[in-house]
């Protein structure tokens, strides 16, 4: 029985990181949709994102997703 209560664990806490991640994910692409350097209009074409900010926010996720606790 402790086996399978340690999987349970295991399991638990892949899922909470799993969960965690996936938020990550979406409030980057909620900040990406967001922030207003982000935007352009079809007279201004300014497609360009800061590439820092798109590592740092990579750089949590992949924190999250393969940090082994």
Known sequence: ????KSLEAKNKEL???LDSSRMEINNFI???NTNPKFQ???E???NW???PDVVSR???IRKQMYTEE
């Open 1 to 4: 029985m402790n086996y399978i």
């Open 15 to 17: 899922q909470d990181k």
């Open 30 to 32: 909620k900040f990406l």
């Open 40 to 42: 352009s209009t079809p």
């Open 44 to 46: 201004e074409i300014k």
């Open 49 to 51: 994102i800061s590439v």
């Open 58 to 60: 990579l750089d949590e």
